[in-house]
């Protein structure tokens, strides 16, 4: 059957519609007929009515007129309802083949094709004008009037061929390609595309959200607990910032912005550098950063009695040393979960006045994935955040019931999660397929992560032992996958993740690992382990939500 571009065109006037299903019934397998074909250039918008394309023969623009058209002294004339207008269906045909030629034969899918040959005519199916009627600029021949209908799919390859002036006949791949040309690109909408759209709306809410602190101008001791994905990170970075500007109390102030993590760290501090100078906080780091500032030794990240006690007490020491010209107005503590108890006395002693210096606390108990249950030993005044801004609504119902209260989504729609399973031994292989087909899906691998819950990832393993841990995390900004672990990517997101759990199920803190891991991704999460491991740690809720159990 003949190529229909578009296959159901909608006609302005009948007569048009009564050619193309007369062409369409009659022309061969390999033409192809176009309808309503609009060409835009300098010199404005034309309209082919029909245009039809034969291979071996040529291409040909066609007007068509209705039973209100007539020919005088005085030129064409269109009757219609007592009404008549001068039309001139001659140069309407002319005017819209040079310019849709020059378009095609221009355009990069013509390619190298060259020219071919091209005509035009007129069409007034439902008029007679005899035999004898030619015109100078339109021959009998390129007029094919009501009693021509019968005979016109032969007529039209004679006006192509008596307009053709030595032009190459177009071949197959000729007509398909002026077909393309017109049809346009096939473009399909990509995961990242809808992703973009939906980041903009989650900064919107964001923005919104940030008002709550409007409520802490008159408080200095506040902890702001959530739930992932409701923008607690964002908010402690707003926090630190309007303190510093001063709008807390009408003066700038002196503010050390602390987390546990080194990804963390290295996201706020990039955050911040973009910030204007005078915005900045004084500090922004780790906690074993913060402490460096006076002189507290690297230590060995192997030892952690060094990092659970014997740092803490010499940072406390070194704290309350410090003169008042070092010390903090306020802190604000990301992520607090992850702080000991015998932390806080290093970060409360930092402080100008320890009895009534700012202390602002934003933590989710449920990300306690480190064996530390200590809090600020302070009185604060909870504030609590029962939105998801972040992840999308499937991947907030499938981690929820791990969430630790009920939290309600915002962050719109998207795919749902997927389970793939597999034994634990096999996970990282399994895992490393679905982050391939993710981009060959159409993500960048700027977006991509990869998240194992056990042994970390061999490429993890190789680019921390190049770059350093600082380095290494600094390449979760770069344009590339990344592969961490579920210990050092709280606080953090990407949009396309793959949960590989690695491991039996069996770990301590399982279900805060999980819930860790699953709401990194604020798109897509593809989650890859042992049925059993994965029910073992989230849960059954949690298990029948992937679809690992009925």
Known sequence: MVRLVPEEPHFATASEQEVWERLRDHLGDDDVLMANVWITDDEGDREADLVVAMPGHGILVLEVKGAGIRHDHEGWWLEHQGDQRPVDPVAQARRAKYVLKRFAEAHPLWGSRGPVAWAHGVITPFTRFGPDFQLPDLPRWALHDKDDQSTLVDRLR??????????????????????????????????????????????????????????????????????????????????????????????????????????????????????????????????????????????????SAFWEETLPALMADLAAEQPSSKRYDAVVVDEAQDFADSWWASVLGSLRDEENGGVYVFSDENQRIFGRFGRPPVQLVPLVLDHNLRNTKQIHETFGPLAPSRMYSRGGEGPTVRFVACDPDDAIGVADDEVDALIDAGWEPGHVALVTTGKRHPVQVERADFHGQVGYWKTWWDDDVFYGHVLGCKGLERRAVVLCVNESGTHDRGRERLYVGMSRATDVLVVVGSPGAVEAMGGPEVARRLGVVG
């Open 158 to 303: 004679r006006t192509i061929s008596l307009q053709q002036h030595g032009q190459r006949a177009p071949d197959h791949d000729d007509v398909e390609a002026l077909a393309d040309i017109n049809t346009g690109p096939v473009t399909v909408p990509a995961m990242a595309d809808w992703s973009d759209e939906r980041a903009a709306a989650v900064d919107r809410l964001t923005v919104e959200q940030a008002s709550i602190l409007s409520v802490t101008r008159l408080l200095n001791r506040v902890e702001v607990r959530g739930g992932a994905g409701s923008g607690k990170t964002v908010l402690a970075l707003q926090q630190a910032r309007e303190l510093t500007r001063g709008l807390h109390e009408r003066r700038p102030q002196r503010v050390a912005l602390i987390c546990y993590s080194i990804g963390l760290a290295e996201h706020l501090k990039s955050t911040i550098a973009t910030w204007d100078r005078r915005h900045r906080p004084a500090f922004v780091g780790t906690f074993h950063e913060f402490g460096q500032q006076w002189g507290a030794p690297e230590g060995d990240r192997t030892d």
